[in-house]
């Protein structure tokens, strides 16, 4: 199975570019099929209020809720106080199984960070380049699964993606990446080589980047088949596989409390998650 672990869907509000307008699916989906991607991780573009366009994704996904999963999108800085709300009804009424966070928004905060934590999700977090303080929270929250897409950085910063694939993504178990707009192919290797087949998913970075081509970079890397399989979906079924259906007491209480079973997923009932 081919799993697209990065795509936008949804309308954004900011009307700057394709980013934060709209990110249609029409030809994101015909493209998919054409390359033999089975499933997509969905969530919303640039918007002032990701509680709306959250509920946009996640209408998408019910029409089909085979071919996508979703993560929910929050704004550490504008969305305060409310995250855990926000990831409450997305993991529990639109089954969403990630957060995820653009430092163009604001940079992650604590408050995102103990919720992944107590919902036992991951975050996926770009950075935009700041390399230097993913190992602040790797250290911080071992127990917490950080992606950090783009190899740190969308722009063709080899600088910096060097630096996060010797760095970061060597050194720390909890921290991931994944393929979507890395030109430098170089780098992707010396990510497989350096990390592992087990750190890095593959992602297109859909719909404005095309998920086929970045696809066959995946498959140009030659690796033995179950590293590419991990690679395509092993990863992010992994990480996925925790979330629960209500969270944990936060830490500071020093309580925990056990989690109930979610409701039966389609995707997996159809696929066995496979």
């Not at 917490?144 to 080899?158: E, K, Q, R």
Request: charged share 20%.
């Amino acid at each position: 199975m081919i799993i697209d672990s990065h795509c936008h869907a949804g309308h954004g509000d900011g009307l700057t570019g394709p980013w934060d307008t709209e990110a249609s699916l029409g030809r994101y989906l015909r493209r998919a099929d054409r390359a033999g991607i089975e499933h997509t991780v969905l969530f919303a573009a640039f918007h002032s209020d990701y509680t709306r366009a959250n509920r946009e994704v996640a209408k998408l996904i019910a029409r089909d809720p085979v071919r996508f999963t979703g993560y929910a999108f929050v704004n550490p800085r504008a969305d305060r106080g409310r995250v855990n709300r926000m990831v409450a009804e997305a993991v529990t009424a639109f089954g969403f199984r990630g957060i995820k966070v653009h430092r163009h928004d604001s940079r992650i905060t604590r408050e995102v960070c103990e919720v992944a934590r107590a919902w036992q999700i991951p975050v996926l977090y770009d950075v935009m380049g700041q390399i230097s303080g993913v190992g602040l929270i790797a250290e911080q929250y071992p127990d917490v699964n950080f992606i950090i897409p783009h190899l740190g950085s969308f722009a063709d910063d080899w600088a910096s993606q060097s630096l996060f694939v010797s760095g970061p993504l060597s050194h720390y178990a909890n921290v991931f990446t994944d393929t979507s707009g890395v030109r430098r192919f170089d780098l992707l290797v010396d990510a497989i080589q350096n990390a592992g087949a087990h750190k890095v998913l593959f992602g297109s970075d859909g719909p404005w980047l095309h998920p086929g081509l970045e696809l066959e970079k995946i498959r140009m890397l030659g690796l033995p088949h179950d590293e590419e399989q991990l690679v395509t979906s092993g990863n992010f079924l992994r990480l996925t596989a925790r979330r629960r259906s209500s969270p944990r007491t936060p830490s500071h209480t020093g309580a925990r409390r056990g989690s109930q079973p979610l409701a039966a997923d389609p995707w997996l009932a159809t696929t066995g998650g496979r």
